[in-house]
């Protein structure tokens, strides 16, 4: 199946600076890539929508400028997270479709803390 | 907007017992996806159902879609501790790409 890599793990931050989580598809072409949130003992939210080349679709209520997504290559996509504070405090979590486009391959996400 | 909720939130049995997870949409669905996200971890695909009314199994688990396509449910018979996790049915409405996943439900399993 698709493999889906993300960086880093975890991360602790201090409240006001900024943290980028990367995903990277290693073996096949993510055209793709949904950015979910979740708390602890909650569901996934999805956060946007991004395509390579393109500007990420945001979801309501998700500051596009609070939460800046990169995806230009087929491989790569970024989250950065921009003057964090300790309420972005979540679980971050990658995924995409791979080629087939139908079920979604995850990243193992990403625990962000901000202090 | 599209809201998929799941019953119970939780639930906990003893290894042996059956469990089910219920799934509802408020809008009809092209088609469901449930995936299980063990603790710490991330959602691994398990299923997807597409016809109305489709029954699929998978070893002790059964999965069911709704004759009007806006609910789901998922059965493990005789559960054993390894079926510890939270289940997520995950729906798409029309030829939308993304996936609006439910409330969740989270099993504890006992010996």
């Known amino acids: 199946g698709a493999v889906v890599s993300q960086h880093p793990s975890w991360v602790i931050c201090k409240s006001g600076t900024s943290v980028k989580i990367e995903c990277r598809s290693l073996d096949f072409q993510a055209t793709t890539m949904f950015w979910y949130r979740q708390f602890p003992k909650q569901s996934l939210m999805l956060m946007a929508t991004s395509n390579e080349g393109s500007k990420a679709t945001y979801e309501q209520g998700v500051e596009k400028d609070k939460f800046l997504i990169n995806h230009a290559s087929l491989t790569l996509s970024t989250l950065t997270v921009t003057s964090a504070h300790p309420e972005d405090s979540s679980f971050y979590i990658c995924s995409s479709t791979g080629e087939a486009n139908e079920k979604l391959f995850f990243g193992s996400g990403t625990q962000l803390s901000v202090l | 907007g599209q809201q998929v909720m799941q019953i119970p939130q939780y639930q906990h049995v003893q290894e042996g017992e059956d469990f089910t997870t219920y799934c509802n949409s408020s809008?009809?669905?092209?088609?469901i996806q449930w995936y299980k996200q063990r603790p710490g971890g991330h959602p691994v695909f398990l299923i997807q159902l597409v016809k109305s009314g489709e029954v699929k199994k998978q070893k002790r688990l059964t999965f069911q879609f709704g004759e009007a396509k806006k609910n789901s449910s998922l059965h493990i018979t005789a559960t054993q501790t390894t079926d510890v996790g939270t289940y997520f049915c995950a729906g798409r409405v029309g030829t939308a790409s993304k996936l609006t996943f439910g409330t969740g439900t989270r099993l504890q399993v006992t010996l």
């Open positions: 809008t009809t669905l092209s088609n």
